[in-house]
T-cell receptor, first 116, second 117 residues
Framework: EAQVTQNPRYLITVTGKKLTVTCSQN?????MSWYRQDPGLGLRQIYY???????DKGDVPEGYKVSRKEKRNFPLILESPSPNQTSLYFC???????????????FGPGTRLTVL | AQTVTQSQPEMSVQEAETVTLSCTYD???????LFWYKQPPSRQMILVIR??????QNATENRFSVNFQKAAKSFSLKISDSQLGDAAMYFC??????????????FGEGTQLTVNP
């Protein structure tokens, strides 16, 4: 089954304790992205990756890191989490179509993160 | 930068009736995609419908249809014969075509739809 998986699905942690949220897709998609969802703000992009070893900042990258060493994986790293990073996080992936167009994004199930 | 605005934080509809959710966007680009995503209580993001800006014909998917007004930069979603399972948060989203910015989805704030039996 074609899918995007995220782990963990729920996480409660404390301020300053480094954590990683994993994301993996089995569709051989070139493009992957992380979003955070907050009430009244919709989803906002944190980081994205156009392909292996190619990453760039989205709208709200502060406090986050990413890496893309393999095509299928795109982990989100919070080096020193703070309470304002409490949110619902989504990973998404997309295939690169001919002429460089990126079409539909497939979303993971989301990770609910609480930072105390 | 593109922006997407959903001016209705909440909407309600009676089962079997029709409801329209509004979305406006701002862009200087001429070619792009527009999407409506549904997010039920499970929080899964589900693609409802997609519109390519160069296509004048409005997209339709079963009971879901859009009214795409390119000049007005408006992209509303009409749900016909509403069902209890349609109750969800609905997000309008914009995506450029190609280039480095072509990878990003810009979302609106969302509209929470309630379906009353």
């Amino acid at each position: 089954e074609a899918q995007v998986t995220q782990n963990p699905r729920y996480l409660i942690t404390v301020t300053g304790k480094k954590l990683t949220v994993t994301c993996s897709q089995n569709m051989n998609h070139e493009y992957m992205s992380w979003y955070r969802q907050d009430p009244g703000l919709g989803l906002r992009q944190i980081y994205y990756s156009m392909n292996v070893e190619v990453t760039d900042k989205g709208d709200v990258p502060e406090g986050y890191k990413v890496s893309r060493k393999e095509k299928r994986n795109f982990p989100l790293i919070l080096e020193s989490p703070s309470p304002n990073q409490t949110s619902l996080y989504f990973c998404a992936s997309s295939r690169r179509e001919p002429r460089g167009v990126y079409n539909e994004q497939f979303f993971g199930p989301g990770t609910r993160l609480t930072v105390l | 930068a593109q922006t997407v605005t959903q001016s209705q934080p909440e909407m309600s509809v009676q089962e079997a009736e029709t409801v329209t959710l509004s979305c406006t966007y701002d862009t200087s680009e001429s070619d792009y995609y527009l999407f409506w995503y549904k997010q039920p209580p499970s929080r899964q993001m589900i693609l409802v419908i997609r519109q390519e800006a160069y296509k004048q014909q409005n997209a339709t998917e079963n009971r879901f249809s859009v009214n795409f007004q390119k000049a007005a930069k408006s992209f509303s979603l009409k749900i016909s014969d509403s069902q209890l399972g349609d109750a969800a948060m609905y997000f309008c989203a914009y995506r450029s075509i190609g280039g480095t910015s072509g990878s990003r989805l810009t979302f609106g704030e969302g509209t929470q739809l309630t379906v009353n039996p």
